[in-house]
C-alpha cells in the first residue's frame, strides 16, 4: 500500500489543480493528475495501432504516486485502463447551424 499523505495530496492539488485517485479492491492506489490537451495529443496519437500506448502514457506522464505495481502488474494496469477515462472530462457543446 502507498503512504501517501493528505499533505501530499494538498500539496499535488495547489501544484497541478485536479487529481484523481485509482483505488483497486485489494486496497492497491495511484494517483494522478488531470491530462492536459498536449499529453492527451500524444497519448491518442498512437491509439489507432496500439490502445495500450495510451495508458501508458497517460499513468507515465500523469502519475503522481502510490503503488508502483498499478503501473508494472497487468492486472492492476488493465484496472486503472477501464478507468482512465474519466480524466477526459469535458463540457458539452451543440452546434447549431446559423
Known sequence: MSKITDKQIEDWKAAHGEIFKL???D???GFLKKPS???LKAAMAKMQT???S???RILTDCWLG???LVRTEDAYFFGAA???EGL???KKAELKKL
Do not use: A, H, T, W
Request: net charge negative.
Open 88 to 90: 477526459m472530462e469535458n
Open 23 to 25: 483505488e483497486f479492491e
Open 82 to 84: 477501464e478507468q482512465l
Open 54 to 56: 495510451f495508458v501508458e
Open 50 to 52: 496500439d490502445p495500450l
Open 37 to 39: 490537451r498536449k499529453i
Open 66 to 68: 502510490g503503488d508502483e
Open 27 to 29: 486496497g492497491k492506489e
